[in-house]
C-alpha cells in the first residue's frame, strides 16, 4: 500500500457576529468614504495651487487669505482620520477573505481584484501622505507624484466599489437599532471604539493648524509655536546651504523691462506694509504670523512690469524643491503679498529667509520662497 501523507486541513473559520455584517460594514465604510471624499477633493485644490496649467497660473484666486490654510488643514485631518476608520473597515470584512469557492465567475474575479487594488493603494496612500507629515521618505520614489497618482487609483477603484456594493449600501443604510437589538449589543460598542479612535486621533493632531487646539496637539509633528519667532521653520539655513558668507553683499535683483538692483537699506526704505498671513505647509501645520516688508507689485511697477505679468521667484538656495517659484499674476499684483522684511516686528530670523522672503495670501506653504535674491518678470 502506498504511503499517503494527510495534511492537516483547518476548517475555515465561521463567522457569526454582527461586527463582520454588512449594516457595520456600511456603516464604517460611508464614514471612510466621507473622509476620503474630503481628503480627494481638498488634495486636488492642493495640487493645482502648487503646480497649474500654464493657462491657469493668472487665474489662481489670492482670496480667501486663509483658503489653502483651511484646504490643507481638512486634507491632513481627514487623512489622519482615514486610517484608523480603513483598519476598522478591513477588520470589518476581512472574513470576506474565506469565501468560497474563491473565484465564482469572471465578474466575481475582477471584482475581487478591484477590490485588492482599492485596498492596496488605499493603504500605500496613507502611509505615504502619513510618512510626508513627519517629513520621512524612506522609498525610491518621489512623493509628491506617487502620492498624486495613487489618488486617481484610490478614487477611480473606490467608485467601482461603491456602485458594484451599491444594493448592499442601500439596504443597510437606513437599517434600524431596533432590528439589530436581537442580535446583541457589540456593533454599538465598536462603532463607538472607532469613533473615539478617530476623534482621539484628530483632537492630537488638528491643533497644528487649528489654533483653539493648539495645547492638546500631542501627536501633531510640528507644534504652531516652537520654532524663531514664535513660528516653526520647514528647512533651516544651514539646512539649506545658505550661509553667511553666502549672504555678503547680498542685493535683490529685478529683472524686467527696467532692471534694477536694491540692497537691504534700500529696500527698508521703500514704502513698507504690514500683514496677517498664514504660513499653510502642504505637511499640515500651519501658522498666522504679522509680516512687514515692500509690495511685490510696487517693486514689478518700479521695473516697468506688464500688468498681467508672472513673475519667477529665485532664491540664494541651489537646487532641491524650493529655491525657484512661479508666481502669477493674481498673486504679484494682489496688495497683500509682500517680499517681507520682518517677521513680529523683527527683522526676518536667518531661518524663516533672512534678509526677503515671499508672503503671499492662499498660497502653499512651499510657494513662500524664502532667501530671495532676484524676481524675474516673466511676461
Ligand atoms: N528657499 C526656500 N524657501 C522655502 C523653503 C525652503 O526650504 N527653501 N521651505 C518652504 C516651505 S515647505 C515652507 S512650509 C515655508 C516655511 O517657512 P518658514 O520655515 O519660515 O516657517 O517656506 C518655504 N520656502
Ligand atoms: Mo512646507
Redo the contacts with the bound molecule.
Keep these: 500500500m502506498r504511503f499517503r501523507p494527510v495534511l492537516p486541513r483547518l476548517p475555515d473559520p465561521v463567522f457569526r457576529g454582527r461586527l463582520h455584517d454588512a449594516r457595520t460594514a456600511t456603516v464604517v465604510g460611508r464614514a471612510l468614504g466621507a473622509a476620503v471624499a474630503v481628503c480627494f477633493v481638498t488634495g486636488v485644490i492642493s495640487h493645482y495651487l502648487q503646480q497649474p496649467p500654464g493657462w491657469a497660473v493668472n487665474l489662481l484666486p489670492s482670496r480667501p487669505v486663509w483658503g489653502y490654510r483651511l484646504t490643507q488643514g481638512l486634507h491632513v485631518a481627514s487623512g489622519l482620520a482615514a486610517i484608523p476608520l480603513v483598519l476598522a473597515k478591513l477588520w470589518t470584512v476581512y472574513p470576506r477573505l474565506f469565501v468560497r469557492p474563491v473565484v465564482r465567475s469572471v465578474l466575481h474575479a475582477l471584482e475581487r481584484l478591484s477590490i485588492a487594488v482599492l485596498v492596496g493603494a488605499v493603504l500605500l496612500e496613507l502611509f505615504t501622505g502619513l510618512l510626508d507629515t513627519v517629513e520621512w521618505y524612506p522609498w525610491p520614489f518621489p512623493f509628491r507624484q506617487v502620492h498624486w497618482a495613487l489618488a486617481w487609483v484610490v478614487t477611480g477603484s473606490l467608485l467601482l466599489h461603491i456602485a458594484v456594493k451599491a444594493p448592499v449600501i442601500a439596504a443597510n443604510w437606513w437599517r434600524t437599532v431596533a432590528m439589530d437589538a436581537l442580535e446583541g449589543p457589540d456593533r454599538r460598542s465598536f462603532l463607538a471604539a472607532v469613533s473615539a479612535a478617530v476623534g482621539a486621533v484628530t483632537l492630537a493632531t488638528v491643533g497644528q493648524s487649528f489654533g483653539p487646539l493648539e495645547d492638546v496637539a500631542l501627536l501633531a509633528p510640528r507644534h504652531p509655536d516652537h520654532?524663531p519667532q514664535g513660528?516653526?521653520?520647514?528647512?533651516?539655513a544651514a539646512?539649506?546651504g545658505?550661509t553667511r558668507e553666502r549672504l555678503s553683499g547680498w542685493r535683490l535683483q529685478v529683472a524686467g523691462p527696467n532692471a534694477y538692483e536694491l540692497t537691504l537699506p534700500q529696500l527698508r526704505a521703500m514704502k513698507q506694509h504690514s500683514v496677517v498671513l498664514p504660513?499653510?505647509?502642504?505637511?499640515g501645520?500651519s501658522?498666522n504670523a504679522h509680516w512687514t516688508g515692500v509690495r511685490v507689485r510696487d517693486l514689478l511697477d518700479r521695473a516697468g512690469a506688464p500688468h498681467g505679468a508672472r513673475i519667477r521667484v529665485v532664491?540664494?538656495?541651489r537646487g532641491?524643491?524650493?529655491?525657484v517659484?512661479v508666481m502669477g499674476a493674481s498673486y504679484a499684483r494682489d496688495p497683500l503679498t509682500l517680499l517681507a522684511l520682518a517677521?513680529g516686528g523683527e527683522p526676518?530670523?536667518p531661518?524663516?529667509?533672512a534678509p526677503a522672503?515671499?508672503i503671499a495670501p492662499d498660497r502653499?506653504?512651499?510657494?513662500?520662497?524664502?532667501?530671495?535674491t532676484r524676481l524675474e518678470v516673466l511676461q
Design positions: 520654532g513660528l516653526p521653520v520647514r528647512q533651516t539646512e539649506a545658505v504660513i499653510a505647509c502642504v505637511e501645520w501658522k532664491s540664494l538656495e532641491g524643491n524650493y529655491g517659484s517677521l526676518l530670523a531661518d524663516h529667509g522672503r515671499i502653499p506653504g512651499v510657494l513662500q520662497t524664502k532667501w530671495v
